[in-house]
Nanobody, 121 residues
Framework: QVQLVESGGGLVQAGGSLRLSCAAS????????MGWYRQAPGKQRELVAT???????NYADSVKGRFTISRDNAKNTWYLQMNSLKPEDTAVYYC???????????????WGQGTQVTVSS
């Protein structure tokens, strides 16, 4: 029994910052790739950033230089630091990871519930 719990979303003005957190709870053996996705109204869900188990990162071009993804393996938690926010960053942000649950036999892709980020101009 596992779940991903997100926090840190909210309403900010353009140019501000937010830090999103995603904590995986339950009987977890290990986590491979972790990531953040977002979906704005009327648009498809898009990948924002990913981080491998050993720290390799990948970012969407639209957020490079502004967002930073990080992870704390000991806490089964990962983060998205968002700086210099723009109105076009407004979306529901979802965390995602490949989890190996203690009594399972393989990694399985798992999604969080989503958290709203709204950036006003």
């Amino acid at each position: 029994q596992v779940q991903l719990v997100e926090s840190g979303g909210g309403l900010v003005q353009a140019g501000g910052s937010l830090r999103l957190s995603c904590a995986a709870s339950g009987s977890i053996n290990s986590i491979n790739d972790m990531g953040w996705y977002r979906q704005a109204p009327g648009k498809q869900r898009e990948l924002v950033a990913t981080i491998t188990r050993v720290g390799g990162t990948n970012y969407a071009d639209s957020v490079k230089g502004r967002f930073t993804i990080s992870r704390d393996n000991a806490k089964n938690t990962w983060y998205l630091q968002m700086n210099s926010l723009k109105p076009e960053d407004t979306a529901v942000y979802y965390c995602n990871a490949d989890l190996w649950v203690r009594d399972d036999t393989r990694y399985r892709n798992t999604w969080g519930q989503g958290t709203q980020v709204t950036v006003s101009s």
